[in-house]
T-cell receptor, first 108, second 115 residues
Framework: GIQVEQSPPDLILQEGANSTLRCNFSDSVNNLQWFHQNPWGQLINLFYIPSGTKQNGRLSATTVATERYSLLYISSSQTTDSGVYFCAVPKRDDKIIFGKGTRLHILP | ETGVTQTPRHLVMGMTNKKSLKCEQHLGHNAMYWYKQSAKKPLELMFVYSLEERVENNSVPSRFSPECPNSSHLFLHLHTLQPEDSALYLC??????????????FGSGTQLSVL
């Protein structure tokens, strides 16, 4: 089945820094979602981005479906950006599977 | 606020207890999901309901029993759990099930500890 790999697994940055998180997937997909899980466990849907680029404030995401990867950019990081970032893609049977996530810690 | 509400927020139970997790969605969605999140593991899909009918059961032990009385409510009944069942249990919903362009909306989860 499709594999989803995220990198890096952990990232520690100073407040104000920029970061790039990567999601690689092993098969073609027509849907990719990025989620942020805050330290209290809440998962928030950030982007639905099967292809192209989207921006929402300091966050943006780009998916290159033909090359099977997606990138999540966070600019001018704030401590509230801390948490775990997941990407999720559907398998052929429509089940959505998640990567293991990137744990981001923004230091004040 | 995602429109998906889970209760309780935290639950501690013994291995002989029976308890239930509750999920309610206010989004008018037709599909609801239970996910399990254990430490250092990807989210695992447990159950899916579409229009109140179970459509997925991913080899989950029978000590977990889901119930979907209507499209807005989803329960997970727990009995004789094991310590390894301790995890964050997340409920999610989407407009429909099976459409690969569906967006998932998650609740805040129930942090379960089994002693």
């Amino acid at each position: 089945g499709i594999q989803v790999e995220q990198s890096p697994p952990d990232l520690i940055l100073q407040e104000g820094a920029n970061s790039t998180l990567r999601c690689n997937f092993s098969d073609s997909v027509n849907n990719l979602q990025w989620f942020h899980q805050n330290p209290w466990g809440q998962l928030i849907n950030l982007f639905y981005i099967p292809s192209g680029t989207k921006q929402n404030g300091r966050l943006s995401a780009t998916t290159v479906a033909t090359e099977r990867y997606s990138l999540l950019y966070i600019s001018s990081s704030q401590t509230t950006d801390s948490g775990v970032y997941f990407c999720a893609v559907p398998k052929r049977d429509d089940k959505i599977i998640f990567g293991k996530g990137t744990r981001l810690h923004i230091l004040p | 606020e995602t429109g998906v509400t889970q209760t309780p927020r935290h639950l501690v139970m013994g291995m002989t207890n029976k308890k239930s997790l509750k999920c309610e969605q206010h989004l008018g969605h037709n599909a609801m999901y239970w996910y399990k999140q254990s430490a250092k593991k990807p989210l695992e899909l447990m159950f899916v309901y579409s229009l109140e009918e179970r459509v997925e059961n991913n080899s989950v032990p029978s000590r977990f029993s889901p119930e979907c009385p209507n499209s807005s409510h989803l329960f997970l009944h727990l009995h004789t759990l094991q310590p390894e069942d301790s995890a964050l249990y997340l409920c999610a919903s989407s407009q429909e099930y099976g459409a690969t362009n569906e967006k998932l909306f998650f609740g805040s989860g129930t942090q379960l500890s089994v002693l």
